[in-house]
């Protein structure tokens, strides 16, 4: 769940202008949204609402019609092969989509997923050696394989021919196999830049039934899609962003039982599915497995046909994800309390370490310190083999995978993006390690602005929130990493009752005007009590309770309202309130004032000839922005 934050700068949207897109059908809250995330036409925010057909695949992916080509004389003789996936939702869907689509086209594929515990990420040598003694001499990768170079010299070496389909970093130079099917490989600008795992054995899958004409092979490949794109936190853009418009629609309607059987477990009704929906309850229960159970477990759960046993293997998914919570809330409350029994203040680089952690579940619990914290964090538990593992997490604008390279001469291995990581070290390294990332996160932190800086995108009032606005809201959807969920905020609102709920979460009831609404702030971190009068950020969401369906504010930040606002501009400080209904007083250090007619349609009139100033009116837009007179 979103953690709510008191943060120590709210920074105001910049200018979307008066009207912004007014050819667009969205409520201007909406629009406003678009306008700052760069929709600067009509033509292109209606594009974004209702995307174009995608360009051929084969026209953009320069090994495609290879791998295609040897996909063909497989299906056609019935030849075995291996689809050699990754043990997170993202490798396991695709495993699970590829075995589904290759068994309905004739081959016989066989799914080898590597072990979290026992063998690590990726494809590994051994498991080369023996998938080739069982007579298999074609190898397909899913979400990995572009740095396994030990095993491809082994494939090459056997006589095997592999087909890479990864959206991991390609290493220079790359590898050499019978074709690579990868994102980097399209055209810069391609829609199919921000394809997963699952996306490329989507494209792969699809293009194949076509050659094949039988695309009836194929039926619930883009299910699959949907739950791996959405749990591998793809960019929710170009080709992801089409294929999940259309794939969510019909998602609830599954034909694949072992994905109808974790919608039931997940009492999700029968209704069209949002991302949030997978993300916060399919797709835990998917991960879990990868985590603490054998990934096999979701291959076979995703390519069961037959319901009793598709419904029995949910509920091993379900019994695995009830595990994981338990063990990444206990290692919290340990991760936690070692933190607090450090002498303060907190080091800039959050590093602990307990052998007996569960390295499949670190990751999520240096993911929560994080947040807690706002600073990296890493978690390190025994490998077993005389190694520790870790997992990094760190807040946006500190680049993990840097800092790791930066602290190389300590590490046995490590990988990872700017946003996570992770390493492998020996114990008595540690203490160098940690001392090195220190210094690396209290340059970082220097630089910083002191809190979570908050950008709300629109001002919404509380009169415009309806199921009207609601509607409109979902046209923009499917919301994830690259296109967030808006972030609203509202202006002068009465608290007119609150209650602590267990687990932290802050319910509140509000009034703005004569309009009321309720709002959540999950594990909410601003104490038990809020001021009468506040400005919020809110997300805005539907709460199903009972049968009922209610707007709800999903509250990510809190601050007592000021009639007042301050704004800073090259090192000058103005001060502007709305004295009456459209009259904004505008103030500087001096004491000078301007008195501006502020009128519904964005224009403004004032008396004094400084106001048509390009820095003075643009002061003028930004107090229209604060003070709540622009959305």
């Known amino acids: 769940m979103p953690t709510a934050v008191l943060p120590q700068l709210w920074q105001l949207p910049r200018p979307a202008g008066r009207n912004p897109l007014s050819g667009v059908a969205l409520p201007i809250a909406l629009r406003a949204v678009l306008a700052r995330r760069g929709t600067e036409t009509v033509e292109s925010a209606e594009a974004w609402i209702q995307p174009p057909d995608l360009p051929p695949a084969d026209g953009h992916f320069p090994d495609l019609k290879i791998a295609l080509a040897r996909l063909v004389i497989a299906c056609e003789q019935q030849e075995r092969v291996a689809i050699c996936g990754d043990y997170d939702a993202d490798g396991m869907t695709s495993t699970a989509l590829l075995i589904r ?10 799914a080898a997923i590597p072990s979290r515990m026992d063998d690590g990420y990726g494809l590994n040598s051994r498991m080369v050696e023996e998938l080739h003694a069982d007579g298999v001499n ?12 030990e095993a491809l010299c082994t494939a090459r070496a056997l006589g095997v021919e592999v087909i890479i389909t990864d959206h991991h970093t390609i290493p220079d130079p790359p590898p050499q196999v ?18 997963a795992g699952v996306g490329l054995a ?25 739950i791996g794109t959405i749990a591998d936190m793809a960019p929710l853009t170009g080709a992801n962003r089409v294929w999940l418009q259309e794939g969510l629609r019909s998602l609830h309607r599954t034909k694949c039982a072992g994905l109808k059987a974790l919608q039931q477990l997940s009492g999700l009704e029968e209704r069209p599915l949002r991302a949030d929906d997978i993300g916060f309850q399919i797709a835990p229960r998917i991960n879990a497995v990868g985590r603490l159970g054998e990934p096999r477990l979701v291959v076979d759960l995703l390519t069961e046909d037959n319901a009793d046993t598709a419904v029995q293997l949910a509920r091993q998914c ?31 680089f959050l590093l602990l370490a307990q052998g007996h952690w569960h390295h499949g579940v670190i990751g999520i619990v240096a993911a929560r310190l994080m947040d807690h914290y706002q600073r990296p964090a890493a978690l390190l538990a025994a490998e077993g083999n005389g190694l520790m593992r870790a997992s990094v997490r760190a807040p946006e604008g500190f680049a993990v995978d840097q800092a790791l390279h930066a602290c190389a001469k300590h590490l046995e291995r490590f990988g990872g993006h700017p946003a996570a990581g992770g390493f492998t070290v020996k114990p008595e390294r540690v203490a160098a390690l940690h001392e090195q990332l ?3 996160a209290a340059e970082w932190m220097t630089s910083r602005h002191q809190g979570v800086v ?28 690259g296109n967030p969920t808006p972030l609203f905020w509202a202006r002068d609102c009465e608290v007119i009752d609150q209650r602590q709920l267990r687990g932290g979460h802050l319910r509140v009831r509000l009034r703005q005007g004569e309009t009321l609404h309720d709002g959540i702030a999950w594990r909410w971190k601003g104490g038990a009590s809020t001021p009468e009068r506040i400005d919020l950020a809110f997300r805005l969401s539907l709460n199903r309770w009972q049968g009922e369906e209610r707007l709800q504010l999903e509250i990510q930040a809190i601050r007592a309202h000021h009639p007042t606002i301050v704004l800073q501009r090259h090192g000058q400080e103005y001060q502007c309130e709305q004295v009456k209904p459209g009259t904004i007083v505008l103030a500087n250090a001096s004491g000078q004032k301007l008195v501006i007619d502020y009128r519904d349609d964005g224009l403004h009139q004032c008396d004094d000839n400084r106001a048509s100033h390009p820095y003075v009116a643009a002061l003028i837009e930004e107090a229209a922005i604060g003070l709540g007179l622009q959305p």
Not at 181 to 195: D, I
């Open 138 to 149: 074609l190898l397909v990768t899913v979400d990995n394989g572009v740095a396994a170079a």
């Open 438 to 440: 220190n210094d690396v």
């Open 178 to 195: 019978l074709a690579l099917v990868h994102p980097a490989t399209t055209p810069e600008h391609s829609p199919y830049r921000g394809l």
């Open 101 to 110: 689509a290759l068994q309905a086209l004739q081959a016989q594929p066989i």
């Open 318 to 348: 379900d019994g695995l994800n009830r595990q994981r919570r338990e063990l990444c809330d206990a290692i919290e409350a340990e991760a936690m309390a070692l933190v607090e029994a450090d002498a303060q203040p907190l080091p800039p």
């Open 454 to 481: 908050l950008q709300p995108e629109a001002l919404l009032r509380f009169d415009q929130i309806d199921r009207g606005l609601w509607s409109s809201l979902q046209k923009l959807e499917p919301f994830g990493i």
């Open 202 to 226: 989507f494209v792969l899958a699809r293009c194949l039934a076509e050659a094949l004409n039988q695309p009836d092979a194929i039926t619930s490949a883009r299910d699959l899609f949907c």
